[in-house]
């Protein structure tokens, strides 16, 4: 991989490798873009097939970071972390501390919270160490896990592309295919469940599809025959790029809202199922209910501040899908067209000068 020419590409601002021989740490920091402010996104934790792969992971879910944060309506730039592992087996204390230290040597350009394969026990290692991470636990006066918040905004916002598709927000009836019912996806479920969907799921961890079979009355799949299956409604919610030439032919929805981050593998699938008519909640829009909510933490953490955030999402989705019919674009342009205004407004703001801390003639005083 020709790092810098891809970090040209999309202009990233840093790199960070970080490693512990003792614990065993071998992490990626991301730093995307922090026109906004410090990059805030989750550590993730995983075991990539090379190296390149992680870095190439980092990278993307950084840049997704930026686009999600500006989205929403956060004053925070976009940063993500991998760290190479097992998360079952090769997690350590002096792993998570070493790596709260990288995150401090940063001095507050990248804060980090949960992501797939780390909890909430590992952030409260991390905040050992640095207090540039969120997602800490309830007892530290914080918001803790960030799951069940994404799913609730993956919610409100699947709704939202529902009432475009359909003419009327109620999921009551609705078949909805869910891709992956882990952390978020489960809490999803539930809601789903309780508004009267009817759902279809599938996970390659057969104890968490028997959860929601039995709990929710679900129906399981296998993992494969999930992007078939008759649906209105199709969420994924396990890994990226799973929207492709491969599933695009076998879907049946007519909606694609789930939390899965990078879920189109190219640009132009969201072109190719544009044209099909499906609409797409694009999903840095859709699941930034976590980054909402752990953001609050650094005001202060306030649940019912932070809920009342999350329940925009169902007005963002409603402005996205506005975007793209008044433009004639699709909904992840439309996505990436708000972000990036916000982005570009918020730059020109601060070309004015404002002295901040240090200013060029202070070094005279101390001559
Ligand atoms: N946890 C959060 O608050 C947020 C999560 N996301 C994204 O949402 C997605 C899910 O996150 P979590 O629920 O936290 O992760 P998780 O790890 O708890 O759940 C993912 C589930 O997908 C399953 N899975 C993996 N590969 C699969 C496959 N090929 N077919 C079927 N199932 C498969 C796993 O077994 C697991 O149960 C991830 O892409 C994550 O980046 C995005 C925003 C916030
Ligand atoms: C706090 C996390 C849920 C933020 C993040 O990394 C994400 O939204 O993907």
Redesign the pocket.
């Known amino acids: 991989m020709e790092i810098f020419k891809y970090m040209e590409q999309y202009d990233y601002e840093q790199l960070v490798f970080c490693q512990d021989k003792e614990s065993g740490l071998k992490a990626i920091i991301a730093i995307h873009d922090t026109t906004l402010g410090p990059a805030l996104g989750?550590t993730?934790m995983w075991m990539y097939e090379s190296e390149d792969a992680a870095i190439e992971d980092a990278l993307r879910?950084a840049r997704g970071m930026t686009y999600k944060n500006a989205a929403a309506g956060l004053n925070l730039g976009g940063g993500k972390a991998v760290i190479i592992g097992d998360p079952r087996k090769d997690k350590n204390e002096a792993m998570f501390r070493a790596f709260g230290r990288f995150i401090q040597g940063l001095n507050g350009r990248y804060i980090t919270a949960?992501?797939?394969?780390t909890t909430v026990a590992d952030m409260d290692i991390i905040y050992e160490e640095t207090d540039y991470v969120t997602g800490i636990s309830p007892a530290f006066g914080s918001s803790g896990?960030?799951?069940p918040?994404?799913?609730y905004g993956v919610y409100r916002g699947m709704k939202a592309a529902a009432k475009e598709a359909f003419g009327s927000d109620s999921l009551e009836g609705k078949v909805i295919a869910v891709?992956?019912?882990?952390?978020?996806?489960?809490n999803l479920c539930r809601h789903l469940h309780e508004e009267g969907a009817k759902l279809i799921v599938?996970?390659?961890?057969k104890e968490?599809v028997q959860r929601v079979v039995e709990e929710f009355g679900a129906k399981a799949v296998d993992?494969n025959d999930?992007y078939g299956v008759d649906c209105d409604i199709f969420a994924p919610?396990?890994?990226?790029g799973?929207i492709n030439d491969q599933t695009i032919p076998q879907l049946k929805a007519k909606v694609i809202a789930?939390?899965?981050?990078?879920q189109l593998r190219e640009a132009r699938h969201g072109d190719i199922i544009h044209e099909m008519g499906i609409v797409y909640a694009p999903?840095y829009v859709i699941?930034?209910?976590?980054?909402i909510n752990v953001a609050d933490e650094l005001y202060g953490y306030n649940r019912e501040r932070a809920m009342k955030k999350v329940e925009q999402i169902y007005n963002n989705i409603e402005k996205v899908i506005e975007i793209a019919k008044r433009d004639g674009i699709p909904t992840y342009q439309a996505a990436d067209r708000l972000a990036e205004e916000r982005i570009a407004k918020m730059r020109q703001s601060r070309s004015q000068f404002l002295q901040n801390g240090q200013h060029i003639l202070s070094r005279r005083r101390t001559r």
Do not use: F, K, M, W
């Open positions: 989750g993730r879910l949960e992501d797939v394969g896990n960030p799951s918040v994404t799913a891709q992956g019912v882990g952390n978020v996806a489960y599938t996970d390659i961890n968490a993992p999930i919610c396990a890994l990226g799973i789930g939390a899965a981050n990078n999903d699941n930034a209910g976590g980054v």
